[in-house]
């Protein structure tokens, strides 16, 4: 049995050490139980700094890299934010305490139910779930943030295309089974100005939806 509080409180304190300097994203973490969005086999290391395994063969990002992630969407807490690839939800829950509404897709609908019960638990109303391949449009109104948690050789066009003047993309963009580069693009006036953060290593983004049973 870990202790929740203690083990929160030392993965805040191992995120400003790793140069982790918004004290909005550190507090919406702190408030999000990593545990809860884990099987009962990786609950033990909810708060090390680890990438672990969830269902469907995916995995829940490490702690610093959703720190990193959700920093570089430079949220106020007025945005639309679209996350594709709400795996476990961790990161949804992240940012529905930073952003004014979260749309979240998934291509696995048992991911996406077990997420929804978990959001259900920790009464993050801001939240809609969708199944849906986020690769493909989506329709709606253009978007303020727009978050990948799957890597792509390329990023779908669809998703740039969403942002809205001012917006802000971040993916993770390489090859499937390889090193990839988180990457920011930010749209303005002026055009889209593209950014490179981080080495970063993600599940790929892959197409289709795949229903449950
Ligand atoms: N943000 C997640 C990370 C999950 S891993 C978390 O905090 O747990 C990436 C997820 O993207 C996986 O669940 C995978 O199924 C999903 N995914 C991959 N390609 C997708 C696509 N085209 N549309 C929607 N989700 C996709």
């Not at 690839?85 to 992240?94: D, E, H, L, P, W």
């Not at 990023?155 to 993309?169: I, Y």
């Not at 963009?173 to 993600?202: K, Y």
């Amino acid at each position: 049995m870990i202790d929740e509080a203690v083990g929160r409180a030392e993965l805040i304190l191992h995120l400003r050490r790793q140069s982790v300097a918004s004290v909005k994203v550190l507090s919406a973490m702190e408030r999000v139980p990593r545990s809860m969005f884990l099987r009962a086999a990786e609950q033990p290391l909810a708060y090390k700094d680890r990438a672990l395994p969830i269902e469907c063969g995916q995995t829940i990002s490490q702690p610093t890299v959703v720190a990193m992630m959700t920093e570089a969407l430079a949220l106020t807490g007025a945005e639309r934010v679209l996350e594709v690839g709400t795996g476990s939800g961790y990161q949804t829950a992240v940012l529905s305490h930073l952003a004014a509404r979260v749309v979240s897709v998934e291509r696995f609908e048992a991911l996406s139910g077990l997420a929804r019960e978990r959001l259900t638990v920790l009464g993050l109303r801001n939240v809609t779930l969708l199944v849906a391949d986020g690769a493909e449009p989506l329709g709606g109104e253009p978007l303020d943030r727009v978050l990948v948690t799957a890597a792509a050789q390329d990023l779908p066009s669809p998703l740039l295309d969403a942002l809205s003047p001012g917006g802000v993309l971040v993916a993770p963009i390489g090859p499937a089974d390889g090193v990839q580069t988180l990457t920011r693009w930010t749209r303005s006036d002026e055009g889209v100005r593209t950014e490179a953060l981080a080495a970063v290593r993600f599940v790929p983004l892959r197409r289709g939806v795949r229903l449950a049973h």
